[in-house]
């Protein structure tokens, strides 16, 4: 059974970087034809896709935060990670990692959501 866990601090001060880990269980992070998604949901608005890294390696960023994304795996780890840097305030959200079936922007699985806060 898939499931995907994401881990990091829950507080992150302006200008620095955030930084999230999300772990998979019950599969693995190269198998094809799958990628791996980061997410985002600030309070009160809706969903916004940050980037995935693919069963390949290959990567793919919003080209409106790809200025401050970085995104890679660990595959001994099954891992992947979502680096942020220079935060504000208003990349306060619950984060998520997904997988994407075959990249079409489809997730079918979902971690349970991190709450990030931006704040001093």
């Known amino acids: 059974q898939v499931q995907l866990q994401e881990s990091g601090p829950g507080l992150v001060k302006p200008s620095q970087t955030l930084s999230l880990t999300c772990t998979l269980s019950g599969g693995s992070i190269t198998t094809n034809y799958y990628y791996w998604s980061w997410i985002r949901q600030p309070p009160g608005k809706g969903l916004e896709w940050i980037g995935f890294?693919?069963?390949?390696?290959?990567?793919h960023y919003n080209p409106s935060l790809k200025s401050r994304t970085s995104i890679s795996r660990d595959t001994s780890r099954n891992q992947f990670t979502l680096q942020l840097s220079s935060v504000t305030p208003e990349d306060t959200a619950v984060y998520y990692c997904?997988?994407?079936?075959?990249?079409?922007?489809?997730?079918?699985?979902w971690g349970q959501g991190t709450q990030v806060t931006v704040s001093s």
């Open positions: 997904a997988r994407d079936d075959r990249g079409l922007a489809v997730m079918d699985y």
């Open positions: 890294i693919g069963y390949s390696g290959n990567i």
